[in-house]
């Protein structure tokens, strides 16, 4: 795996500063080409208020303040960006949009907003996009990553997210595959040593661990892991077939994603 253009989703409702000085950090690191994106939807409003209706000239300005918003993010990017990278902008639903954007890049990074105005479902787009997603942590300082921590269970969403992280598991000074004790400790253990001695093959510094279940569950865990590991990143598959399985069953892939103290590497 080779990150060689890096797509980044930017915010139209707040300066994107300190999002793309955390997107060309990384781009940096691996050399790569740096795409800056963001979308806009049309409000849909199912109740609207006395007096408002859902006509054409509605949707006129709603799509006139989109493009508005547009305009001075690509001024901002330009007066950031000194000339480097390119940006896509478009109307239209920012997570169908940054998902179909995924084939042009290899590494997704998508920053939570802090103003609650963007409407991109996370999860929806780890599922859909196809790519691995980068998600910084709030304050975005820069991502060091020389800790990072492996949450691995033995499953097809682990597996492929390790091999997409490994741009950043082969440079890091320490790399810990954790796994949360199963019933099968046996099994775990052995699963653990392998994708150890694969990381090994690589180049990195790996080791394994298996640790017990603590409350309320694997998620709650492996956050408590990272942080006494001082990790840098945690990698991780996202796992359940859809949101709402994910959401009723208080899935770990939900618990990592409200992690905002944490830099998360996911793939699905």
Do not use: C
């Amino acid at each position: 795996m080779i990150y060689n253009t890096i797509l980044v989703n930017l915010s139209m409702h707040e300066s994107v500063a300190r999002q793309l000085k955390f997107a060309r950090d990384v781009a940096s690191r691996f050399e790569a080409t740096l795409v800056g994106f963001a979308a806009g939807d049309i409000r849909t409003i199912t109740a609207p208020p006395p007096g408002v209706f859902m006509d054409d000239e509605f949707m006129r300005l709603e799509t006139v303040d989109i493009e508005r918003r547009l305009d001075l993010l690509r001024s901002e990017f330009e007066a950031e960006g000194g000339g480097t990278g390119t940006l896509r902008t478009t109307v239209g639903d920012p997570t169908k949009e940054l998902a179909a954007a995924a084939r042009m890049a290899d590494l997704i990074i998508v920053s939570t907003p802090q103003d609650g105005g963007e409407h991109l479902d996370l999860g929806e787009l780890i599922h859909s996009a196809g790519r691995p997603i980068l998600i910084p942590r709030d304050d975005l300082e820069p991502l060091v990553a020389h800790k990072i921590v492996v949450a691995w269970k033995d499953t097809r969403e682990a597996r492929r997210a390790v091999a997409d992280a490994m741009p950043f598991l082969v440079h890091a000074r320490e790399v810990l595959i954790a796994t949360v004790e199963e019933h099968d400790r046996q099994h775990a253990m052995e699963s653990a040593s392998d994708v150890v001695r694969h990381l090994i093959s690589h180049g990195a510094r790996a080791r394994g661990e298996i640790f017990k279940r603590l409350e309320p569950g694997d998620g709650e865990t492996l956050i408590g892991i990272a942080k006494q590991f001082g990790a840098d990143l945690v990698v991780s598959g996202a796992y359940g077939h859809t949101r709402l399985r994910e959401w009723l069953l208080g899935g770990v892939t939900r618990t990592l994603l409200g992690a905002g103290p944490l830099n998360r590497l996911m793939s699905s």
